[in-house]
């Protein structure tokens, strides 16, 4: 009885949703999540956004996912990696932080546009394809309570979310947390970043049993220097993690130009 009665629902909104949407898109043409501009299809930028955009591919360091100019082999790691080993495994991000990208994570940020999260986990699942394991949890980077509270959105959170729809990956928000409500890291130099973030995280008390043996992702919008990402790795640590990967839609390279 119930169950026929959800099949009569399901088959009356379907339609009424598709109806909906083609009318709204009369109404309201679907526009480029970057420059706002009118594209053909929602969840999408137009084409002079989409060329703007500089994908991270290979070749690259196998650690920090710096792009290479030149293909040095396989195992060839980047003179950051060999100076300074980060404390995680492999870290990898979808695009260049241009203008474009940061257009697309201002608005990512501030939540105004719910579609575009959807649009850059497609972007880092590509990217990210060699992280992307069977036995992996995606793990968030954390705002603190009180700004979470005042910008009522994470954008890492809503990311990760987009991510698991795809990849079919759990979520876990609480595995580490930010306890200390540390500066916006912009303007600051990478030591004071360093400095900014270091004991800003902690493991949840309970981080071992939730992980049950299983293999992180750390989940963010922009890796600028690293600080952040590399403080989430040490709280992890600390709770008993060991396998630890970074997945990013940005990251900033020094010497292109963008
Ligand atoms: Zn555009």
Redesign the pocket.
């Known amino acids: 009885m119930e169950m026929g009665a959800s099949l009569v629902k399901t088959s009356i909104v379907q339609p009424l949703r598709w109806l909906g949407r083609v009318l709204l898109d009369q109404i309201y043409p679907p526009l ?6 009118p ?1 053909a299809t929602a969840d999408a ?6 060329k703007a955009l500089r994908p991270i591919t290979a070749p690259l360091c196998p650690v920090l996912g710096l792009p290479f100019a030149v293909s040095l082999g396989p195992e060839a790691r980047s003179a950051e990696a060999i100076a300074d080993p980060p404390p995680f495994d492999r870290a990898r991000s979808a695009v260049v932080y241009n203008d ?1 990208a940061r257009a697309l994570v201002g608005k990512l940020k501030y939540g105004d546009r719910p579609e575009l999260a959807r649009f850059c986990a497609r972007l880092m699942a590509q990217s990210g394809h060699e992280l992307i394991a069977e036995d992996a949890v995606l793990v968030p980077v954390p705002l603190h309570r009180r700004r979470q509270f005042s910008r009522r959105y994470n954008q890492s959170t809503e990311l990760a979310r987009a991510l698991s729809r795809l990849t079919g990956l759990p979520v876990d928000p609480q595995l580490v947390r930010r306890h200390k409500n540390t500066r916006q890291q912009v303007g600051l130099s990478g030591d004071a970043r360093k400095r900014n973030v270091a004991s800003a995280f902690e493991p949840h008390a309970e981080a071992l049993l939730r992980l049950k043996g299983r293999r992180v992702i750390i989940i963010d919008d922009v890796i600028t220097t690293g600080s952040t990402i590399k403080a989430v790795t040490r709280a992890l640590k600390s709770g008993g993690a060991d396998r630890i990967d970074v997945l990013s839609f940005a990251r900033v390279v020094t010497g292109t130009d963008a």
């Open positions: 480029c999540l970057s420059c706002d501009r594209v930028i137009c084409a002079d956004c989409f474009v």
